[in-house]
């Protein structure tokens, strides 16, 4: 096969220069894309999303879902902040912390789908709303102010137009990429994911694999949380409330199978970067916000038709 | 008189794969017409032309004279084509009657009327012989009886042209003497069945005519069966004579290696006892339902021991999951069932087999260098002639026969010590088929300690060296095997009748 060829059937080429077009178009036709500051603001938006997104594709690849991607963000944004304004905790201790809501939250959800069996669909919307309801009973639904200085100064610095969260979202990318493609439990969920049945038969430990993998969904929901709070300068309770959608959409868009056992890092986070490009468009050119979801949606419904199309029938 | 249904020069092709090439085939109406040829022939890609699953790339097909284009199964029933699928096309949770209904179900004043979908599917499973309730979930039945309700619901559409793709795959010999039955009476009526079978005995005993495919093209097209025999229509399958194996008795000596003592399970088993030693084959025959897939699936720690004990090594092992059957007792099941628990369809061939020894082969930390999954894969990829143009190949598209090389190759990869094989060659070409009974063979010769699985009689008394039989659940006889056809089976069949007038 050609090296075009090739490059064609991987999932993140079209999307590459689909994103590339469309941030030519939409450069030629409002410059003001391309101002430092704009870009500053888009990759800000990006660095969350990724991990945001990441979360939810590992749960993909077992053939899963979970709902409650943003609530396990959110505890653990207001977690890290409210620990280090109540508790004066220091930084790295806090981001531990926020971490372990992270594990907890996942194992939690884990655990409860492989012993019960039921779908984590139905479990993750119900942990969604015990892990909501605790952040709002934490905070009263009042946001932690005090976040030390380190916190916020992390949270706005930036080299030229690429803000610091991007280093720290981008190496956890990677981190990711490299987990899925060349570690054992990476290639153990997408066996999990691609035949249950055989993967069990096999000698994989089903149960321990569908754990880990919640557990590493929580943790990167957690990090997006905990970013999020540098980011916003504030423990905002409101944190991963919207985070649903677009941890579904950019997954789809990048090749991933629904049904589990094929997903794609490079893709996903191409799929981020082509929503964020789209956001960004409809901002920059007036359009009714309110669209924003609008377009979105649509967005996911094509990307899911078109993999109707990649996959052999 | 036109005939029903003529296919001039169709060609197909698959990203990678010429599934057909130039095909011909011409089916009379009132005629039953064989379609035969090794798995990856092409036969289910000319049946799904047939259906309007897949439309050629060229060459025409004419229905009843007329051409036709087909956009989708749907348009297919329309025009009198009904089709019994290899795979399963029933809703589990769905009744007997509703899945036989389901296309047309009947109404009154707009909403479905139960006591006439139950007359209407008593109607159509009368004739089959299929004496079950009408309202039991689908789900709660054999395998043989869903076959026939498959084939029931196919009656049912009352089809002009009938296509039948391995319908006696799981039914029993009876069921299979009154489906052929109402075949012929369907053909006296007129009806043009197409029939596609691995026994050629049925293949001889039902059909007018036959379709030879090999390698995507015409062996030999629509040639009638009169004057062909046995001999002829292996050599158009495969090109070539197809030779006999004649093994010589041996015995192992070994120590035994597998041994259950007394052993009951939650799924039903009671009282089994069974010793595989280092090198030996011991054969594990019943019939469909006796319980052998799952006393399998109980060694291997997939289903629940509940009493008696399971030695391995001549020590007691408590096998509680398949992970630990593999890593810590060294065994390994290749399934029945190799696209449902076998492999990852959607997978490549190098991760299907490197999955039984990723942890083995894994560096500090869990890393999986690429590269040490291929040196893992590819000598058991050569050594079992695999054909597929790479290692990074979805096993979703080769060819039944090299899927099941696959499935076998990711145990032999393992280097289990124990390997029970579960209906290795059901579905899979007489080339590959004799390939794989070498392989058993062999691996048994060095030492590797066998529990074979089969409902293939002539497979069991070629390859086994004791053949243990079971009836509902519980081992009925033990049998040395003296390779002579006639007489074991005789003795087997026995054995399990004798359980059967019992109960």
């Known amino acids: ?313 | 008189m036109t005939a029903k249904l003529v296919i001039t020069g169709a060609s197909k092709a698959f990203p990678g794969v010429q599934a057909l090439d130039d095909v011909s085939l011409t089916l009379e109406a009132g005629s039953i017409h064989a379609l035969l040829g090794e798995n990856g022939a092409g036969k289910s890609t000319l049946i799904k032309i047939i259906t309007g699953v897949h439309r050629p790339d060229s060459g025409t097909v004419l229905l009843d004279g007329e051409p036709m284009q087909f956009f989708g199964p749907h348009d297919a029933l329309a025009h009198g084509i009904s089709a019994v699928h290899q795979e399963r096309n029933l809703i589990p949770r769905f009744s007997v009657a509703e899945n036989i209904m389901l296309e047309r179900l009947p109404t009154r004043a707009g909403l479905v009327d139960y006591g006439e979908v139950r007359e209407a599917a008593r109607r159509f499973m009368a004739p089959l012989g299929l004496e079950i309730d009408p309202d039991i979930p689908v789900r709660n039945l054999s395998v043989a009886r869903m076959q026939l309700v498959e084939i029931a619901k196919a009656l049912s559409l009352d089809a002009r042209l009938l296509v039948l793709d391995e319908p006696t795959a799981s039914i029993t010999p009876h069921e299979t003497e009154t489906l052929f039955r109402l075949l012929r009476e369907l053909r006296d009526k007129g009806v043009a069945i197409l029939f596609v079978s691995h026994k050629l005995d049925e293949v001889f005993e039902l059909c007018d005519s036959v379709t030879v495919l090999r390698d995507g093209r015409n062996a030999c097209a629509s040639r009638s069966l009169n004057g062909l025999d046995r001999s002829d229509v292996v050599r158009l399958m495969i090109g070539r004579d197809e030779t006999a194996v004649r093994r010589t008795e041996r015995t192992a000596t070994g120590e035994p290696v597998l041994a259950l003592r007394d052993v009951a399970t939650d799924l039903g088993h009671r009282n089994i006892d069974l010793e595989v030693r280092a090198g030996e084959i011991v054969g594990l025959y019943g019939l469909v339902g006796a319980g052998r897939t799952e006393l399998a699936k109980a060694v291997i720690g997939a289903a629940k021991v509940t009493s008696g004990e399971v030695q391995v090594g001549g020590r007691s092992a408590r096998i509680d999951s398949v992970a630990t059957a593999l890593s810590r007792y060294r065994i390994g099941y290749v399934s029945e069932d190799r696209k449902h628990e076998g492999l990852i369809l959607m997978h490549s061939v190098r991760r299907n087999v490197a999955v039984t020894v990723w942890r083995r082969i894994a560096r500090a930390l869990g890393w999986l260098p690429d590269r040490a999954e291929r040196d893992a894969v590819t000598p058991y990829i050569e050594r079992l002639q695999v054909r597929t143009p790479s290692l990074a190949q979805p096993v979703s598209l080769l060819s039944g026969g090299n899927q099941q090389k696959v499935s076998v190759a990711k145990w032999l990869a393992a280097q289990v010590r124990v390997l029970i094989v579960d209906e290795p060659t059901v579905g899979i070409d007489i080339q590959t088929k004799v390939y794989l009974h070498e392989l058993i063979h062999e691996l048994a010769a060095s030492g590797t300690a066998i529990l074979l699985i089969s409902s293939d009689m002539p497979e069991m008394i070629s390859l086994a060296d004791r053949i243990v039989v079971m009836a509902d659940f519980e081992v009925v006889g033990e049998l040395d095997n003296t390779r002579d056809a006639a007489d074991m089976s005789e003795a087997i069949m026995a054995r399990i009748h004798k359980v059967a007038e019992v109960a």
């Open chain 1, 1 to 313: 096969m050609s090296a075009t060829m090739h490059l064609l059937r991987t999932d993140w080429f079209g999307l590459l220069v689909a994103f590339a077009v469309g941030a030519v178009a939409l450069g030629l036709a409002q410059p003001s894309f391309l101002s430092t500051y704009n870009l500053y603001v888009m990759l800000t938006a990006f660095s969350l999303s990724i991990l945001i997104a990441l979360s939810q594709m590992v749960i993909v690849a077992i053939g899963q879902l979970n709902l409650s991607v943003g609530a396990i963000g959110g505890l653990a944004a207001i977690t890290f902040a409210g620990v280090m304004e109540v508790w004066s905790v220091p930084i790295p201790v806090a981001i531990l912390i926020g971490l372990l809501v992270g594990v907890a939250g996942g194992t939690l959800n884990g655990v409860v789908t492989h012993v019960t069996g039921l779908n984590a669909f139905v479990v993750t919307l119900a942990t969604l709303a015990i892990f909501k309801g605790t952040n709002i009973g934490i905070t009263e639904a009042q946001p932690f102010y005090e976040i030390p200085d380190a916190v916020k100064s992390f949270g706005n610095a930036r080299f030229g137009f690429f803000p610091y969260l991007l280093f720290v979202s981008g190496a956890i990318g990677i981190a990711v990429w490299v987990f899925m493609r060349r570690s054992v439990l990476g290639r153990q969920l997408l066996a999990v994911g691609g035949n249950l049945n055989a993967a069990k038969l096999s000698g994989i430990p089903v149960g321990r694999v569908v754990v880990a993998a919640h557990v590493l969904s929580g943790m990167l929901a957690a990090v997006a949380g905990m970013l999020a709070v540098a980011r916003l300068q504030l423990g905002q309770p409101t944190i991963g409330d919207d985070w649903l959608i677009i941890s579904f959409a950019a997954p789809v868009i990048g090749g991933a199978v629904l049904a589990g056992g094929h997903v794609s890092v490079a893709g996903t986070v191409l799929g981020v970067a082509i929503i964020m490009l789209i956001n960004n468009a409809l901002v920059l050119l007036n359009v009714d916000p309110y669209a924003v979801q609008l377009v979105l949606g649509a967005l996911i419904l094509a990307a899911v038709a078109l993999s109707r199309f990649r996959e052999p029938a």
